[in-house]
Structures are given as C-alpha cells and as structure tokens.
C-alpha cells in the first residue's frame, strides 16, 4: 500500500531478518525501515545488502552512554526520508507479527486503502509460548509456534499501533505515540485512535500519560492482531535471562516473566492462512546473491552467544559447524 512504511530497532538479531522483512512486504508494506545499534553478529552486513538491493532502508544510530537503546533509537529515525514520507507508519518488533483477519489479510483492507477519518489505530498482542521447544533452529518462527494465549488473557492487552503522518507527534514511541503537534485539538473532529475493528479508542489521548495498552476487556482480534513471539524456545528465553531491557534497562527476564508469558492453551495458526504470498516474497528475497550467505553466518553468530552465554564451547555445537558450512558454500555480494 503506497505511503506506508512498517519500523522496528535491532541489535544482533540476524537469523530473524530475513522473515520478519518478507512479512512486511506479503502483507503489502510499501517501505520497511530498520535501525540497529551495537551488533557483534553479520547483521549490519546483511541490512546493507538489502538496502542496496533496494529492499529496505537502514540506519546505524549510537545510543548514549545514559540513553536506553530503543527510545533512542524513535528519536533517531525521525530525520529518516522514510519516516518524513511515510502516511502511515507501523512499529513493532522482530518478534511481532502483525497478523490481518480482514478481507484479504493485507494493510491495505485493514486500513481501507488509507480512506479513513482517524489519526491511529491501535492492534492488539496475541501472545504465544514456547509450545515446548528447548533448543533454537533455524526455523520460519511464525510457523514453528502454533499455539497462543486465549484471545481474553490479560497478557494480550498490550498494543502496536500504525500512525498517520508520524511526524504530527513530537515523540514516536514502541506502543503509541505522544504530544500531538498536528492541526487540531486532540478528542475533537478527525483526532482520535480506534481499535482494530474501527471502533474509537476513547481512553487514549496522546496528550496524557503513555499507554502501552488498553484495559483487558477492550481486547480484540476480529480484524487483526500482533502475534508476539515474546518467549520462542526455552534456550532463547535463558539466552535473555540478566540482559536489560532495550526499552527500559530494567531487568525483567525473570521466572515470573516466563511464567506470565508462557500461553500455549489454544491452537492459532492465523498466521499460515496467506502462505503462498509470504513463500514469494521470502524466496524473492532470499534469492539476491549473498544474502543466504550472511543468513548463515548470523546463524552461526547466534549460535556462538548461545553458548558462551552457558560457558560451553561453540565449536562443539553442531548447528555452528553446520551454518558455518553453509556460508563457506555459499557465494558473496556481487
């Protein structure tokens, strides 16, 4: 859909890009815009190939030394062309899908071809467990979790939110945005935010305290959900036990948080139901000489901080062996 653009920040989250971006696109995204921070994997390498292959925009920005990575990182993409051109912007993270119920599973249907009074919409999480995996592979992630919170769990009111005209907030921020600069006062004629379903967000105003969330009985998934991938297998889940927050600093990767997150008790395979649009799109990507190549290594990076973390050798792991094969074989960039 043209004038839209779909935003996330990384650091060292290789393995997961290349999905993440065909998503982005099956579900018809005009622009994905990328900005990373601090890797130590191939990441950086991979997103410059698939900027110049025209693919996505990227930017390197540098928190400070006080500065949390992540609202570092709204700030910084403000001056980006992508986001100053953008009609209508979505962010999430790697780990969100945004998954559309609506007539033919794309934004454009979602948002009615951009003919909509409204200033934001507001989609809902749809949290999903680990459905009982132990160990990381490389696998397509929206097809390996198959299992979901129900739709009324309380975990599920967090949002993601698309924004017309982002540069109307004076602050972008991973949930909903804040300080409205564009014409008009807020709550009056065309200023307000709607669920998914269209249905007006009345307990939202920009100009209040941050919402990350609605209250849990104003959850709903009729039209479209994020489908957050928040724990993935166990091994990751550990991989994050200790490490601040990229939103915050804090450090929340607890028991109780993996307790609290961990929904497994209804089968969702939402997200398989426009397979054959994705498959094109990942093949088509996938196919630019190099990038498999950088796939593996990311792979093989990802496995290495796996097991430093534990303190184990990586040279003994057999899937760092194996990626590392695969990118030995594998052709570089033109």
Not at 219 to 247: D, P
Request: hydrophobic share 35%.
């Amino acid at each position: 859909m043209q004038g839209t653009l779909a935003f996330t920040t990384v650091r060292n989250e290789g393995p997961f890009l290349l999905e993440w971006i065909a998503w982005q696109k099956s579900i018809g995204f005009e622009n994905v815009l990328i900005l990373f921070n601090d890797c130590t994997d191939h990441s950086p390498q991979l997103l410059r190939l698939l900027q110049k292959a025209g693919e996505i925009g990227i930017r390197r920005h540098e928190p400070g030394p006080d500065q949390h990575p992540q609202p570092s990182a709204y700030r910084a993409c403000r001056s980006h062309p992508m986001v100053k051109a953008a009609t209508w912007m979505f962010t999430c993270d790697v780990d969100e899908f945004l998954v559309v119920h609506k007539g033919d599973g794309t934004i454009d249907h979602l948002l009615q071809g951009g003919d909509v009074p409204w200033q934001g919409m507001a989609v809902h999480w749809r949290i999903f467990g680990t459905n009982g995996y132990k160990r990381w592979e490389d696998r397509l992630v929206h097809r390996q979790f198959l299992h979901s919170a129900p739709v009324d769990a309380t975990q599920n009111n967090c949002v993601k939110s698309f924004v017309r005209n982002p540069l109307n907030y004076g602050s972008l921020r991973s949930h909903t945005p804040r300080h409205w600069n564009g014409d008009g006062i807020w709550d009056t004629r065309h200023n307000y935010f709607v669920y998914s379903d269209g249905r007006r967000w009345k307990g939202y105003s920009p100009e209040t305290t941050s919402l990350n969330g609605t209250q849990d009985h104003q959850i709903i998934h009729t039209h479209a959900s994020v489908n957050h991938y928040i724990l993935q297998t166990e091994e990751q889940f550990e991989f994050k036990r200790g490490r601040a927050s990229a939103a915050e600093g804090l450090d929340r990767y607890s028991d109780i948080f993996y307790e609290r997150f961990n929904h497994n008790s209804t089968p969702n395979d939402t997200a398989l139901k426009h397979s054959v649009r994705f498959d094109a799109e990942y093949a088509r990507i996938c196919a630019i000489p190099g990038v498999m190549r950088l796939h593996h290594l990311n792979c093989a990076d990802f496995v290495q901080a796996l097991c430093e973390k534990r303190g184990e050798d990586f040279r003994k792991d057999p899937r760092w062996q194996h990626h590392r094969d695969l990118a030995a074989q594998l052709p570089k960039a033109a």
